[in-house]
Nanobody
Framework: QVQLLESGGGLVQAGGSLRLSCAASGRTCRSVGMGWFRQAPGYEREVAAAISGGGGSTNYADSVRGRFTISRDNSKKTVYLQMNDLKPEDTAVYSC????????????????????WGQGTQVTVSS
């Protein structure tokens, strides 16, 4: 079992930055791939970024590539999502998710590929 707790959401103006954190507890190890998903009202949940258990491989949605950076500190059991140059269309509830995978593998973009989920944190970007 893995428990996940997100923090760092809030209200920011367009062009600003936020850093989200996802603290993991329970049976965590290098074989836990992590992802950040987001869901805006009226839209389907979509993956924003994902990272392998070892941290060496990452994937990004086209809409955030170049603006968002996913990283992890396995010694702190925490995954981060640094979000720069935020846009109003980035407004959503952001949730982290985890899945057991080999340490070098990035979990795929579909939500059903992940086993464990956090409660989410709201990010609101004003224009």
């Amino acid at each position: 079992q893995v428990q996940l707790l997100e923090s760092g959401g809030g209200l920011v103006q367009a062009g600003g930055s936020l850093r989200l954190s996802c603290a993991a507890s329970g049976r965590t190890c290098r074989s836990v791939g992590m992802g950040w998903f987001r869901q805006a009202p009226g839209y389907e949940r979509e993956v924003a970024a994902a990272i392998s258990g070892g941290g060496g491989s990452t994937n990004y949605a086209d809409s955030v590539r170049g603006r968002f950076t996913i990283s992890r500190d396995n010694s702190k059991k925490t995954v981060y999502l640094q979000m720069n140059d935020l846009k109003p269309e980035d407004t959503a509830v952001y949730s982290c998710a985890a899945a057991y995978r080999p340490a070098t593998v990035v979990t795929g973009p579909r939500a059903e590929e992940y086993t464990y989920w956090g409660q989410g944190t709201q990010v609101t970007v004003s224009s």
